[in-house]
């Protein structure tokens, strides 16, 4: 099956600069890369995806780059903010049959006024 | 559009004692997952439904773990009888499964703490 794996486990940047998580995977037939945040108490919420027709995608502060042939994907945080402080996730699925989704570990992001 | 809804949203049981999750996902998303999300990990699959039928409960113990979705709609998930190592956050999601557009959404979660 799928395994995916996050790097950092912990980062903290200081307000105003720039925040990047990376992750790898392992299933080539996985085409669809979701990245969640997720607050204390909550749910995760979905900040951006990229399918692999696609090699970057951007809004506003964030974007994520997609590299299948090493198989690793990026998330990108400009000009961080207090409020972006929170537990980031990515994941891989495929988009036919199981397409339930493979987590990363989670990156805990502290972004210091 | 509302999201997914989840209750209850925090519930503390005894070892060996049973509890239940309800998941309500959001209107005319046909595909429903349960994640467990054990403290400081990643949310893990347990079992996804499409519409009323299963599509994968390859990671769901099924020796002390059941999950149901009649008609189609809402669903509940069930434990019986709880382990100490069940303590976890239980994530509903749902997705509209339609051609390439197919984001999950998550509730809430609902706490469980087995003492």
């Known amino acids: 099956g799928e395994n995916v794996e996050q790097h950092p486990s912990t980062l903290s940047v200081q307000e105003g600069d720039s925040a990047v998580i990376k992750c790898t995977y392992s299933?080539?037939?996985?085409?669809?890369f979701p990245w969640y945040k997720q607050e204390l108490g909550k749910g995760p919420q979905l900040i951006i995806d990229?399918?692999?027709?696609?090699g970057e995608k951007k809004d506003q502060r964030i974007a994520v780059t997609l590299n299948k042939t090493a198989k690793h994907f990026s998330l990108h945080i400009t000009e961080t903010q207090p409020e972006d402080s929170a537990v980031y996730f990515c994941?891989?699925?495929?988009?036919?049959?199981?397409?339930?989704?493979?987590f990363g570990s989670g990156t805990r992001l502290q972004v210091q006024p | 559009e509302a999201g997914v809804a989840q209750s209850p949203r925090y519930k503390i049981i005894e070892k060996r004692q049973s509890v239940a999750f309800w998941c309500n996902p959001i209107s005319g998303h046909a595909t429903l997952y349960w994640y467990q999300q054990i403290l400081g990990q990643g949310p893990k699959l347990l079992i996804q439904?499409?519409?009323?039928?299963?599509?994968?409960d390859s990671q769901l113990p099924k020796d002390r773990f059941s999950a149901e979705r009649l008609k189609g709609v809402d669903s509940t998930l069930k434990i019986q009888p709880a382990k100490l190592e069940d303590s976890a956050v239980y994530l509903c999601a749902s997705s509209l499964l339609r051609g390439s557009t197919d984001t999950q959404y998550f509730g809430p979660g609902t706490r469980l703490t087995v003492l």
């Open positions: 990229i399918r692999s027709n696609v």
């Open positions: 299933d080539s037939a996985s085409n669809y």
């Open positions: 439904f499409q519409n009323n039928g299963v599509v994968d």
């Open positions: 994941a891989a699925s495929r988009h036919t049959g199981r397409r339930a989704l493979t």
